[in-house]
């Protein structure tokens, strides 16, 4: 079945950097166009970015366009999003899923951003 594993989260100060990973199994990752979600404490769910078959073209929500980037490795059936220059309001919890279905996520990775 599909599964979706995200880490690399943390507690970071504001300015900081990070990147968070996603490994895919259960199906073929090459495929699928992927995206990013985060979720805020009391807040809905916030599409962060997107990145197509191929890994071009990236889009970015405009909150996080020219401080985040997305990357891919198919072989590893992995994606990773680059965080620069964090900043408070990019506090939530970060999830992974393929772009045509959003609500199958995994546990997602909690990204704290406060000094």
């Known amino acids: 079945q599909v599964q979706l594993v995200e880490s690399g989260g943390g507690l970071v100060q504001p300015g900081g950097s990070l990147r968070l990973s996603c490994a895919g199994s259960?199906?073929?990752?090459?495929?699928?166009?992927m995206v990013w979600v985060r979720q805020a404490p009391g807040k809905g769910c916030e599409w962060v970015g997107s990145i197509y078959r191929g890994g071009l073209p990236t889009t970015f929500h405009d909150s996080v366009r020219g401080r985040f980037t997305i990357s891919r490795d198919d072989a590893r059936s992995m994606m990773y999003l680059h965080m620069n220059t964090l900043e408070p309001e990019d506090t939530a919890r970060y999830y992974c899923?393929?772009?045509?279905?959003?609500?199958?996520r995994g546990q997602g990775t909690q990204v704290t951003v406060s000094s």
């Open positions: 259960g199906f073929t990752f090459s495929n699928e166009a």
């Open positions: 899923a393929r772009a045509r279905q959003y609500g199958l």
